[in-house]
């Protein structure tokens, strides 16, 4: 990702984001526009992990996004782009659907094959 500071913030800007953050699958932390960065990386970590061993006992090939839901309606989401991570708050108002379709679209202008098998 050849700067991640410009991902995170056209990231940030799209309708129905409250925050997000860029990582490495290796847990380093690339650029983030929300507080609380180390929680957020080490769910991520662990979301990533844990996805990749069920994709493997189950037989799927790639994962799109990992998501919790949270009590204030802000669901955290976690999308894998080759070797990285983005999570994403996403606004409690927003139409859900529509912000996905976003992310979708700049996941895969930006990642070599727009999916990704999570290790």
């Not at 650029?31 to 609380?36: E, H, I, K, Q």
């Not at 790639?62 to 894998?80: G, K």
């Amino acid at each position: 990702m050849a700067d991640a500071r410009v991902f995170v913030e056209r990231v940030k800007q799209m309708e129905g984001v409250a925050g997000c953050l860029l990582i490495k699958d290796d847990g380093v932390l690339l650029g983030r526009a929300l507080d609380d960065a180390e929680t957020y990386t080490s769910l991520m970590l662990t979301a990533a992990g844990l996805a990749g061993n069920i994709m493997d006992k189950v037989g799927f090939s790639y994962c799109r996004y990992v998501s919790f839901n949270r009590t204030n309606n802000q669901t955290f989401y976690i999308f894998p782009i080759d070797q990285y991570l983005l999570g994403i708050v996403q606004k409690a108002d927003c139409s859900v659907a529509d912000m996905l379709e976003r992310v979708y679209q700049l996941i895969g202008r930006v990642s070599t094959d727009g999916r990704r098998t999570v290790s």
